[in-house]
């Protein structure tokens, strides 16, 4: 009986000593990041892992950037518009794909699927003349039409699998009443597929937001570039010079509303990203 509570002491002590180091490793570089921004220059090659005092001179240095704030609204513009155009998309082929019998409806996920897996370098010089020969080259319609074309795959799977696990009655109930299938997907099936809308959507909005490669390709100007461009372009007082402290502030204050949009939605995220996992 010792023997067997020793045991599941040493387990449950292991489990949280586990934990412990996934959370030292997964937060202590925000975490250095944020004391990082909040230093003076001339403390930021001292090694300290506490604040004696708060400097905000690296934010008020990014915030008097005219270009960095106009990055911070193009990447709201364009995550936001990739995350409507993608929702709307996968929601009717998620219908089309989950409600309707057809042949190759398999093959048809497949190749959905499979377009996903493809990196962003292996299409880059293919898209980079699809997006100039449409003239959106250093315009955010461009990084619109890229970023969707990247999200939607995964979108159109998640919303699928969850649309397949709604009750067939549902749909034949508004089919009597009359119902065409717009309004079976907008006023039936919309009010339950949060979980996963919610899920697709924050996940697009995140891919959408941190996506660097396209940004730096597709656009030119500073009234044109994203968050993550505009970071990487942050330049000190000379060539020698590398503003930590800046690029620390910037960093932080593009992902602060990335984790609080995590923590308000971790409930739904868990249950979109495990809607069909277990039939019953």
Same mark, same amino acid.
């Given at each position: 009986?010792?023997?067997?509570?020793?045991?599941?002491?040493?387990?449950?002590?292991?489990?949280?000593?586990?934990?412990?180091?996934?959370?030292?490793?997964?937060?202590?570089?925000?975490?250095?990041?944020?004391?990082?921004?909040?230093?003076?220059?001339?403390?930021?090659?001292?090694?300290?892992?506490?604040?004696?005092?708060?400097?905000?001179?690296?934010?008020?240095?990014?915030?008097?950037?005219?270009?960095?704030?106009?990055?911070?609204?193009?990447?709201?513009?364009?995550?936001?518009?990739?995350?409507?155009?993608?929702?709307?998309?996968?929601?009717?082929?998620?219908? !089309? =794909?989950?409600?309707?019998?057809?042949?190759?409806?398999? &093959? $048809?996920?497949?190749? #959905?699927?499979?377009? +996903?897996?493809?990196?962003?370098?292996?299409?880059?010089?293919?898209?980079?003349?699809?997006?100039?020969?449409?003239?959106?080259?250093?315009?955010?319609?461009?990084?619109?039409?890229?970023?969707?074309?990247?999200?939607?795959?995964?979108?159109?799977?998640?919303?699928?699998?969850?649309?397949?696990?709604?009750?067939?009655?549902?749909?034949?109930?508004?089919?009597?009443?009359?119902?065409?299938?717009?309004?079976?997907?907008?006023?039936?099936?919309?009010?339950?597929?949060?979980?996963?809308?919610?899920?697709?959507?924050?996940?697009?909005?995140?891919?959408?937001?941190?996506?660097?490669?396209? !940004? =730096?390709?597709?656009?030119?100007?500073?009234?044109?570039? &994203? $968050?993550?461009?505009? #970071?990487?372009?942050? +330049?000190?007082?000379?060539?020698?010079?590398?503003?930590?402290?800046?690029?620390?502030?910037?960093?932080?204050?593009?992902?602060?509303?990335?984790?609080?949009?995590?923590?308000?939605?971790?409930?739904?995220?868990?249950?979109?990203?495990?809607?069909?996992?277990?039939?019953?």
């Amino acid at each position: 009986m010792t023997a067997r509570r020793l045991n599941k002491l040493a387990t449950r002590i292991g489990f949280w000593v586990l934990v412990a180091v996934v959370l030292l490793y997964a937060v202590f570089p925000f975490y250095y990041a944020v004391i990082t921004s909040l230093k003076p220059s001339s403390e930021l090659f001292s090694v300290s892992y506490w604040l004696d005092s708060l400097d905000f001179s690296n934010y008020v240095a990014i915030f008097s950037q005219g270009s960095f704030v106009r990055a911070i609204f193009n990447s709201i513009l364009v995550s936001i518009s990739v995350v409507a155009i993608a929702l709307l998309l996968g929601i009717t082929a998620s219908y !089309a =794909l989950g409600r309707v019998r057809f042949r190759g409806r398999t &093959t $048809v996920m497949l190749v #959905i699927l499979g377009v +996903s897996m493809f990196p962003q370098v292996a299409v880059l010089s293919g898209l980079f003349e699809v997006i100039r020969g449409l003239g959106l080259y250093n315009n955010p319609a461009g990084l619109i039409l890229s970023y969707t074309i990247f999200t939607l795959p995964f979108t159109v799977w998640v919303l699928t699998t969850f649309m397949k696990q709604l009750p067939m009655e549902l749909e034949e109930a508004a089919i009597m009443d009359g119902a065409t299938p717009w309004i079976t997907i907008t006023k039936v099936f919309l009010p339950l597929m949060w979980p996963a809308m919610a899920t697709t959507g924050l996940l697009a909005f995140i891919a959408a937001w941190n996506e660097f490669l396209f !940004a =730096l390709t597709f656009t030119l100007s500073d009234d044109q570039r &994203t $968050v993550p461009v505009a #970071i990487a372009l942050i +330049s000190g007082g000379s060539q020698h010079e590398l503003p930590w402290g800046p690029i620390m502030a910037a960093s932080v204050t593009v992902t602060v509303p990335l984790v609080v949009l995590v923590m308000i939605f971790q409930k739904r995220i868990v249950s979109g990203l495990t809607a069909g996992a277990v039939k019953g």
